[in-house]
C-alpha cells in the first residue's frame, strides 16, 4: 500500500511537470527582441519592422493611437531629427519571456535609452518598458512606457532660446512697393 501511494505521488509530481517552461530568460523570441533593439539602434528601419507582423499594433504610452509597422518608421524618424546620437545601453538592458494565462506569449523589455539633443549637445537619460506580444515568431503588439517630461521640457527650452535669439521683427518701418504705388497715385 505504502508503495502504491508513493508510486502515486510520484507519477502526480511528474506528470505534473511541464517542459515549456512559463517564464524564461533564453528563448527564440528574446533574440528577435534583441535584434529588433539593435536594429532600432542603428536605424536599420526595413530590418526592424521585418521582426512584426504586417498587421501588428504599436502602442507607445497610449491604449489609444496605434502605429502600423510602417509608421512606426516614420515615428522613430521624427523623433531622432533632435538627436546627434541615440541608442539603448547595452549594458542596462533585461529581457524575460513569459506565457500568460491566456497561452500568450509576451517579451518583456528594460533598458536604458541615452541620448544627446543637436541643439545643444544635452545628454538624457530615459527608462524604458517595452513588451512585445508575439505568434509563430512575430511580433503582433507592442507596448512602449516611459516618461518623456525631461526631453519636453528641454526641447521646449531650446525652442524658446531660439525665439529669443532672433532679431525683433521690425515691419512696420518697411514699405512696400504697393504702398508706394498708392501713395503715388494719391499725389
Not at 25 to 41: L, M, R
Not at 57 to 77: A, M
Request: net charge negative; charged share 30%.
Amino acid at each position: 500500500m505504502k508503495k502504491l501511494i508513493l508510486l502515486s505521488c510520484l507519477l502526480a509530481i511528474f506528470t505534473s511537470c511541464n517542459n515549456n517552461p512559463r517564464y524564461t530568460q533564453d528563448s527564440e523570441e528574446i533574440e528577435i527582441v534583441k535584434t529588433a533593439i539593435n536594429d532600432y539602434d542603428y536605424q536599420e528601419w526595413e530590418k526592424l519592422i521585418s521582426h512584426y507582423a504586417d498587421t501588428a499594433q504599436i502602442f507607445y504610452n497610449t491604449r489609444s493611437k496605434i502605429f502600423s509597422p510602417q509608421e512606426l518608421i516614420v515615428f522613430h524618424k521624427n523623433n531622432d531629427a533632435s538627436f546627434s546620437t541615440r541608442a539603448f545601453e547595452d549594458e542596462n538592458r533585461e529581457y524575460e519571456m513569459v506565457e500568460d494565462n491566456n497561452g500568450k506569449t509576451w517579451v518583456n523589455f528594460w533598458g536604458l535609452w541615452k541620448g544627446n539633443l543637436a541643439a545643444n549637445n544635452k545628454q538624457i537619460i530615459i527608462p524604458v518598458h517595452i513588451t512585445y506580444q508575439f505568434i509563430d515568431n512575430k511580433i503582433v503588439k507592442e507596448y512602449g512606457y516611459w516618461n518623456s517630461a525631461e526631453l519636453q521640457l528641454e526641447l521646449q527650452k531650446i525652442e524658446a532660446e531660439k525665439i529669443e535669439s532672433e532679431p525683433e521683427d521690425d515691419t512696420e518701418d518697411i514699405v512696400e512697393i504697393e504702398d508706394i504705388e498708392d501713395i503715388e497715385e494719391v499725389e
